[in-house]
């Protein structure tokens, strides 16, 4: 079997401040000489236990209180700036599908103008086969200009024989 084995001894430092203040902060209480700690990572906002690294303890630095509150603007203009970005894409993607449904429409229009054009253009194509028969023709010369048949006394014969 393995054994596992530990990179780093996890103990409390020895007691450095010999007086210790208590500040309260909303419904957080910081214990330490001056210094507000704030959550900088833990979950809880307690300050990490120093670690054992090669026999030397090491505290770690303290967090004064400009410190928490740089670190709160800087949360909240990066909040801030994803808000906008995200507002600005939603804004695009909205103005694109708006963009999309009005071209949608158009070729709805297009497409009826077209079937209505294409129906339109049959019946004329009917129509002109309709006129092209004799029949059309004979009528048309009859209403529209008057024509008729040529009577028995209208009528002349032509020798083409030349006598």
């Known amino acids: 079997m393995q054994c596992a084995q530990r990179k780093y001894d996890y103990t409390y430092a020895p007691n450095i401040n010999k007086k210790r203040k208590v500040n309260m902060r909303g419904n957080v209480a910081y214990i330490n000489n001056n210094n507000f700690l704030c959550e900088s990572g833990s979950s809880n906002g307690r300050q990490k236990p120093a ?44 103005s694109r599908h708006a ?44 209403q529209r200009l008057g024509m008729t048949y040529p009577l028995n006394n209208q009528r002349m014969n032509i020798d083409l024989n030349g006598g």
């Open 51 to 94: 670690v054992k690294k090669t026999g030397v303890y090491k505290r770690p630095a303290p967090v004064r209180v400009t410190d928490c509150v740089q670190k709160k603007r800087k949360g909240l203009a990066s909040t801030l700036t994803v808000i906008f970005i995200g507002f600005c894409a939603l804004a695009l993607l909205v």
């Open 99 to 142: 963009e999309i449904v009005r071209i949608g429409l158009q070729n709805n229009e297009l497409t009826q103008k077209i079937s209505a054009l294409e129906t339109k253009a049959e019946d004329l194509k009917l129509e002109m086969e309709l006129r092209g028969t004799l029949e059309s023709v004979a009528a048309t010369a009859r």
